[in-house]
Every structure is written in structure tokens, then in C-alpha cells.
């Protein structure tokens, strides 16, 4: 079709021109994505149906791989060991996150030093973070030292399968914290203050302040936040592994961790992949849905 | 309002952000304090400041009894290679899908989104399968692949296009008054007006790739492959054991670089992670 442009329409050619450039810009990351991103997912999909340690030829198993998991308690107790600890991050994260936003909000000197303290864990290298943690953490280290001094008797908060999964969650709630707790900020910082002030004249508590005009106003990067926090939560994985390993007992296995013991310790590639499968239709219909929803629960100002 | 009522409970205010940043300050201080101290010390007098029992040894086994110089050379280098590139291609790729019409725009655009929200985890059986039968394994061009094009990448490319989408049209046009191709109006009119979107990207890039655990601990095994990550939880004796000291060490090693960016470049960073929040 470009080679049949015809002379003397200049405003076609430039469309051809602006196609041809915009193809040759997109193409470098759009190629790299087809290949590391786009195709692979095919291919979790494909091998998911197949049963292959990798050394031998995949054979091929159909839906067997998907019953397998709905019947073994292994995959069924990670998939809600990843609901709660989602539920967890999300909330604890979130709450914790609007909190100090209101906090750093505050028009004190000095108030930035505050705001880099909180953020800077965000910036710190997850495994050295997280082997921070493990150390502190260790059964006879500085926290269940602490805490047995309190009288809380011989705490071993990370290595018992009742606490691990919480202290896991807490652990990763202050390091990421920040980054929602800055994003926060700036969306309260874009509030206009004449609009508290009305609504305190009127007579409205605090609380009714909170819920009736900020949060509709930062309604869009709540929601933001609520889904990236969300993603993300579902996806970790290194410091679960750091910390735990997925332990004790598998108390802290969440999916992508179960899904790298049985591809990457145990050759089941299949089952990892059906494992895989599952987890991105699970992403795939938490973006659909923000997209879907975003319109409906979201309040713009315009 | 506010500033008429903070003299009052400014003390309270003070005190309480004080309490607050604790969980976030002394994990690190602790760090900091830990690397220089030795494994029994570590364990037994850990808020011990006496800077008499303080020693840099640890830091001096770390490069000498273990390829530690060598590990950070590999973190530092794939890093100089991912961030420019990931920078470079997010750009184009940006300003295209913001700017300019092509066939298939649109499909290729969502298949980015799909790219940002799925967990780069979720591909690595097949990427696995076609590196290993590449013979890949072991060198760090999987590493530095799934780095610039997976979830990283992808992210790189929204944030590029959504600041692409808010500079004036007019800018392009004037571009072309004065003779200026698409190229030409890339390099030298929207480039030079992307340098806060692009440091973003940047900072995306560079933690993104000195953090990655998952995609290291698949491909590298051989000691000196290894990026600082996986090299920190090498030390350990025969038995399994931890080293901790050496492992603070270590960790105050990586930390470092990426701290003290911070600390330089903090108002910056700060004010340009908030600004890519609020507009997404």
C-alpha cells in the first residue's frame, strides 16, 4: 500500500511517512517485548498442558496438569496463603500509607527530613533489607530477644508457622510504605484548602472532612494505589524467599514461590506452568476490572 | 488554618514523627552500625556505639576471601548496559504510541499494559527453556534482557507515553516549520523537555536491575557470575552457617550506591515518583 501512494497528495504521503517512523520507533522495545514477554506467556499457557522435567521430550498431558491442582492441597493452602498475604500488604500497606501522608503533610520545619526517613527503606536493596530483618529476626536475635524481655515468652516471630506469614507482611509494609505514603502526599498536597475550610465552617468533623472531601479528591491515585499495590503484592517474591524460603511448614509459600520450587527445584515444568497460568489469569482479570471499574469508582473533579 | 494551629501541637506533632520513623530509621542504622562489628558482638551488644570495638575488618574480608569486587563490577555493569538502554527505547517506543499514528498502534500499546502488570516471574519457565537451549545460561544476557523488556521495560515505555501525551501538539508543528523530520523533532524538541520523565525511568531502571534476585538465582550459578543479591547470601561456612557479619558488610556495600543517590538527588526523586502517581 505505500508504494502506491499517489504524487500530488502530500497530507497521504505525510500519514505514510508518520506510519513508517512510528512503526520504526515502537519497533526495538515492541520486538523485545514479543519476545521476552509476549511470546513466553504463550508458551507458559502451552507447556502448561504438557509434562516436561526439561531434560526429557514434554509430554503431552492436556487439562491433566489443572486437575492435578485443584485437587493437591500444596498448590490449594499457597493460593490462600497468597490471599491473605495479599490482603494483608493491601490493607496494612494502604492504611499505614494514608496515615503518614496525612502525617507528613504537616506544616513543621524540618518536615523533609521526616519524609526521607520513611521513604528511604524504599530505595534500599530488598535482600539487604530483608537479611536485615532475618537477622533481627533469628531465634535468639534482637527482636524475640526484645520481646521475651516484655514477657511474651519465647517468641520466634519469623520461624513459627502462626507468625511467619504476618511478619513477613509487616516486614515488607515498611519497606515499600513510603513509596504510597509519598504518592499520598503529593495527591493530598493537591487538595485546594478553601474546600476544608468551608467544610469546617459548616461544621463538619474532621472525619466527615476525610470522607467527604479528601478522599473523593484523591479518589484516582487511591485507586492507583490500591491496584499497583495489589500487583505487586501478588507477584513477591524475593523477600518472601529471602526471609523464609516459603517456610516454616510452607507457611509463607505464596504462589509464585510454589511456583518456583516446582519448576526451578523439583523440573516439574508442566505443573509450574499451569501454576503460572492460573496466577496471570488472575492478574489479567484484576486489570480488566480496574479498567472496567476505574470510570465508575473513581470521582474526578470535572 | 493549619499553620495557625501548628505552634500548639507542634511538640506533639514532633514527638510523634519521631516514634513513627523508628521501624524505618533503625533497621538501617543498625545495618550501618552491624557491618563493622564482629559476629559475637553483632549478637550480643547490638546498640553497642563504642567506637573502640568498631573495626573496617569485615569490609577488607569481603573483597579479599570472597569475588566480591568482581560480583559488584558484574551489578555495576549490567546496570550502565539496561538503564541507557531501557531509557533509550522507552523514548521511542513513548513518543510513538503518544504522537505519532501507525497500523496496530493501539493492540501493541495494550500488549505493553498486559507486559506491565504481569509478574516477570510468570514467563521465566519458557524464557528458561530458550535460553538454556541457547546455551545462555550462565552468562548475563538473560539477566539483562528480561530487564529492559519485561515488566520494568514496559512500565519505562507508559510512563514515556502518558508524559508524551501532555506536551503541546504545537510543539511538533513548530518543529516542522523549521524543517525538522520526525527524528528531527524528537531529538531536538521533545528530548530535551523529557529530562524529568526520563530521570524517573532511570530510577525505575537502576533499582529495578541492582534488585533483581529472581532472574540471577534461574540463570547464574557459577560464583563469579553472580550479582550483589544473590553474592550476599554467599557467605556462609561449610555447613550452611551465615557469616553475618561479612553479610552486613556486604549488605552496606550494596546499599550504599543506591543511598547515597538518594540522599543526593532526594527532592527530585521524591517529587518525580509523586508526579508519575498522581497523573497515571
Redesign the interface.
Known amino acids: 500500500m505505500m508504494g502506491a501512494a499517489r504524487p500530488g497528495r502530500p497530507a497521504l504521503r505525510r500519514?505514510q511517512?508518520?506510519?513508517?517512523?512510528?512503526?520504526l520507533?515502537?519497533a526495538?522495545?515492541?520486538l523485545?517485548?514479543?519476545?521476552?514477554?509476549?511470546?513466553?506467556?504463550l508458551?507458559?499457557i502451552?507447556?502448561s498442558l504438557t509434562q516436561w522435567s526439561?531434560l526429557d521430550a514434554p509430554r503431552w498431558v492436556g487439562l491433566h496438569n489443572y486437575a492435578r491442582l485443584a485437587a493437591d492441597p500444596a498448590f490449594l493452602r499457597s493460593a490462600g496463603v497468597t490471599a491473605a498475604f495479599t490482603a494483608g500488604i493491601l490493607v496494612l500497606n494502604i492504611s499505614v500509607a494514608l496515615a503518614?501522608a496525612t502525617?507528613l503533610n504537616?506544616?513543621?520545619r524540618g518536615?523533609?527530613v521526616?519524609?526521607?526517613?520513611?521513604?528511604?527503606?524504599v530505595?534500599?536493596?530488598?535482600?539487604?533489607?530483608a537479611?536485615?530483618?532475618k537477622?533481627?529476626l533469628q531465634p535468639?536475635?534482637?527482636v524475640n530477644a526484645g520481646l521475651s524481655r516484655l514477657g511474651a515468652g519465647d517468641a520466634n516471630l519469623l520461624f513459627t508457622p502462626g507468625t511467619a506469614l504476618w511478619t513477613v507482611v509487616v516486614i515488607e509494609v515498611?519497606k515499600a510504605v513510603?513509596?504510597n505514603a509519598?504518592?499520598f502526599?503529593?495527591?493530598l498536597q493537591?487538595v485546594p484548602?478553601e474546600l476544608?475550610?468551608a467544610a469546617?465552617l459548616d461544621g463538619a468533623s474532621p472525619w466527615q472532612v476525610f470522607r467527604h472531601i479528601t478522599l473523593p479528591l484523591i479518589s484516582?491515585?487511591f485507586f492507583?494505589?490500591f491496584i499497583v499495590t495489589l500487583?505487586g503484592a501478588?507477584?513477591l517474591?524475593?523477600p518472601v524467599?529471602?526471609l523464609t524460603g516459603g517456610g516454616p511448614a510452607d507457611a509463607t509459600t505464596t504462589l509464585?514461590v510454589y511456583?518456583?520450587k516446582q519448576?526451578?527445584q523439583f523440573f516439574e515444568?508442566g505443573y509450574?506452568?499451569a501454576v503460572?497460568t492460573v496466577?496471570?489469569v488472575i492478574?489479567?482479570a484484576?486489570?480488566v476490572a480496574q479498567w472496567s471499574l476505574r470510570r465508575r469508582l473513581v470521582f474526578y473533579e470535572s | 488554618m493549619r499553620a495557625e494551629r501548628a505552634p500548639r501541637w507542634s511538640w506533639a506533632l514532633y514527638a510523634l514523627l519521631i516514634l513513627v520513623s523508628l521501624p524505618f530509621l533503625l533497621p538501617l542504622l543498625w545495618l550501618l552500625l552491624s557491618a563493622f562489628k564482629t559476629s559475637a558482638a553483632i549478637f550480643s551488644s547490638p546498640f553497642d556505639l563504642d567506637p573502640a570495638r568498631l573495626s573496617a575488618a569485615n569490609f577488607r574480608q569481603v573483597f579479599a576471601e570472597y569475588p566480591f569486587a568482581r560480583q559488584y563490577f558484574n551489578s555495576v555493569y549490567i546496570a550502565a548496559l539496561v538503564v541507557p538502554l531501557t531509557m533509550g527505547l522507552s523514548a521511542l517506543a513513548g513518543y510513538a504510541f503518544a504522537r505519532l499514528r501507525f497500523p496496530g498502534r493501539d493492540a501493541v500499546f495494550i500488549l505493553t499494559l498486559v507486559a506491565m502488570m504481569v509478574p516477570s516471574e510468570l514467563t521465566a519457565v519458557p524464557q528458561f527453556v530458550v535460553f538454556s537451549r541457547l546455551g545462555l545460561t550462565n552468562s548475563h544476557l538473560p539477566v539483562i534482557v528480561t530487564q529492559i523488556f519485561s515488566a520494568t521495560g514496559a512500565l519505562a515505555v507508559f510512563l514515556m507515553r502518558q508524559h508524551f501525551i501532555t506536551l503541546p501538539p504545537e510543539l511538533d508543528d513548530a518543529g516542522r516549520v523549521d524543517g525538522l523530520g520526525t527524528l528531527g523533532v524528537f531529538r531536538h524538541i521533545m528530548l530535551p523537555l523529557s529530562r524529568p520523565a526520563l530521570a524517573t525511568v532511570a530510577i525505575f531502571a537502576v533499582l529495578n536491575s541492582w534488585n533483581d534476585y529472581f532472574n540471577p538465582l534461574i540463570y547464574l550459578s557459577r560464583e563469579g557470575l553472580l550479582t550483589l543479591p544473590l553474592a550476599l547470601q554467599r557467605f556462609t561456612d561449610p555447613l550452611g552457617g551465615v557469616y553475618w557479619n561479612l553479610t552486613l558488610a556486604g549488605g552496606v556495600l550494596v546499599a550504599l550506591p543506591v543511598l547515597l543517590t538518594f540522599l543526593l538527588a532526594q527532592r527530585q526523586f521524591i517529587e518525580s515518583l509523586a508526579a508519575s502517581g498522581t497523573k497515571g
Open positions: 500519514a511517512r508518520e506510519a513508517l517512523m512510528g512503526v520507533f515502537a526495538p522495545f515492541a523485545g517485548m514479543l519476545l521476552v514477554v509476549v511470546l513466553p506467556l508458551g507458559v502451552g507447556i526439561l503518614l502525617l504537616a506544616k513543621l518536615i523533609g521526616f519524609r526521607t526517613i520513611i521513604f528511604s527503606p530505595v534500599m536493596p530488598v535482600v539487604a533489607w537479611l536485615v530483618w537477622f533481627l535468639d536475635g534482637t515498611i513510603g513509596l509519598v504518592i502526599l503529593s495527591a493537591g484548602p476544608h475550610e469546617r484516582p491515585t492507583l494505589v500487583i501478588l507477584k517474591f524475593t524467599y529471602v509464585i511456583m518456583f519448576g526451578f515444568f509450574a506452568s503460572a496466577l496471570f492478574v489479567l484484576l486489570t
